[in-house]
Antibody, heavy 119, light 107 residues
């Protein structure tokens, strides 16, 4: 069974940093691109970052570019999101999601981790 | 960036109704579109990908249509478990934008 488990969320002051992790199991992690998606309280989904299976290709949303860094460790079956210079607009539930290898969809999602930024 | 506009944003319907949700892209995205269902406090779950392909395990009352800039999600006969928020997402290019969502409520 595919499992994605996020961790690392919490309360942080504006201007601070946080590192999220996503532990993957039940599939060959090294063959899948991965994503981070967030959802502010009561709001819609916002795609924020993509990393290819070998980390060769990385993309960010403009809203986080220059402040967030996505990375992965295929040996540890883990995905990361380093978040710096946080503002209250970064308050959200952060989900990691798996890209399907053959089609265009996010076919598995974690349960999410809440990041709250206090100003 | 490609913008996705869903309509309506809110929809009130009854069990057994047929409902359609539209998603319009600001530029052509071929068939690179997926639909997700999200229930409160839960992660999204994919329903449709490639604009028309039903994800494994998703009930056949869900269907998708469209290509280019106009897309539709149809639920043929609403069931109680279908009341949720629905999002479209494009995979034509980065950023992989989502529509703003359509909240489907019980009438």
């Amino acid at each position: 069974e595919v499992q994605l488990v996020e961790s690392g969320g919490g309360l942080v002051q504006a201007g601070g940093s946080l590192r999220l992790s996503c532990a993957a199991s039940g599939f060959t992690f090294s063959t899948h691109s991965m994503e981070w998606v967030r959802q502010a309280p009561g709001k819609g989904l916002e795609w924020i970052s993509h990393i290819s299976s070998s980390s060769n290709t990385i993309y960010y949303a403009d809203s986080v570019k220059g402040r967030f860094t996505i990375s992965r460790d295929n040996a540890k079956n883990s995905l990361y999101l380093q978040m710096n210079s946080l503002t209250d607009e970064d308050t959200a539930v952060y989900y990691c999601a798996r890209d399907n290898m053959f089609d265009w969809l996010f076919d598995n999602w974690g349960q999410g981790t809440l990041v709250s930024v206090s100003s | 960036d490609i913008q996705l506009t869903q309509s309506p944003s809110f929809l009130s319907a009854s069990v057994g109704d047929r409902v359609t949700i539209s998603c319009r892209a600001s530029q052509g995205i071929s068939s690179y579109l997926a639909w997700y269902q999200q229930k409160p406090g839960k992660a999204p779950n994919v329903l449709i990908y490639g604009a028309t392909t039903l994800q494994s395990g998703v009930p056949s009352r869900f269907s998708g249509s469209g290509s280019g800039t106009e897309f539709t999600l149809t639920i043929s006969s609403l069931q109680p478990e279908d009341f949720a928020t629905y999002y479209c997402q494009q995979f034509s290019r980065f950023p992989r934008t989502f529509g703003q969502g359509t909240k489907l409520e019980i009438k």
